[in-house]
């Protein structure tokens, strides 16, 4: 069983509609990172959480430390939301371990 | 903000030669930076943790003769694949921790090994 588990592994959607992205995770963390990776392959951070909750523009990630378990939300979702979402959790200095990825499709 | 630049961004080439692949930090002093390999539809895997000044230390599994990690300044880490083979084909990218700041990543090379 991998350390970090993403859910669902693809999804597709219309544009406009709410998106879950869902993570578990079976180990002690410092921090948990929501990433992008586009078609390219370019990989950028969208959050760093230990706690809570954080917003930028239209995402939304939580983290419940307890539960070991974050969501990355996408409200009114674009087309252009479309990439690979990737939960990756941080343990001692800076190591990343990373889940699989979400492919996510927006069709217009 | 910070930033990471990762050359070359895709290398094609024969087997049997050696790559060279540069992660430079551009506007911080980075003494450790993240090597990571990643299969088509797979995501990351850590393949070592170059750190500046000193040895890098491999992910289990990684060969230390095969993929030769050097940090010699606080900016530039770079991963030579020696002897390259097809099976090294692969998407290799870099990352660089910034103070408590999430990981700043390089854009990737894409290496085709003919």
């Known amino acids: 069983k991998n350390e970090v588990e993403q859910s669902p592994q693809n999804l597709t959607a219309q544009e406009g509609e709410f998106i879950t992205i869902n993570c578990s995770y079976s180990v002690g963390i410092s921090a948990l990172h929501w990433l992008q990776q586009h078609p390219g392959g370019g990989i950028v951070s969208l959050f760093m959480l230990s706690s809570g909750k954080k917003k930028h523009g239209r995402l939304i990630a939580t983290i419940n430390i307890q539960e070991k378990h974050s969501s990355l939300h996408i409200t009114a979702s674009h087309p252009r939301d479309s990439a690979v979402y990737i939960c990756a959790v941080k343990q001692g200095a800076q190591k990343l371990v990373f889940g699989q990825g979400t492919r996510l499709t927006i069709n217009p | 903000g910070a930033v990471v630049s990762q050359h070359p961004s895709w290398v094609i080439c024969k087997s049997g030669t050696s790559v060279k692949i540069e992660c430079r930090s551009l506007?911080?002093?980075?003494?450790?930076m993240f090597w990571y390999r990643q299969f088509p539809k797979q995501s990351l895997m850590l393949m070592a943790t170059?750190?500046?000044?000193?040895?890098?230390?491999?992910e289990q599994g990684v060969e230390k003769d095969k993929f030769l990690i050097n940090h010699a300044s606080l900016t530039l880490s770079t991963l030579t694949v020696t002897s390259a083979h097809p099976e090294d084909s692969s998407f290799y990218i870099c990352?660089?921790?910034?103070?408590?700041?999430?990981?700043?990543f390089g854009d990737g090379t894409r290496l085709s090994i003919l």
């Open positions: 170059s750190n500046e000044g000193s040895k890098a230390t491999y």
């Open positions: 990352s660089a921790p910034w103070q408590n700041q999430p990981q700043h």
């Open positions: 506007d911080f002093q980075a003494t450790t």
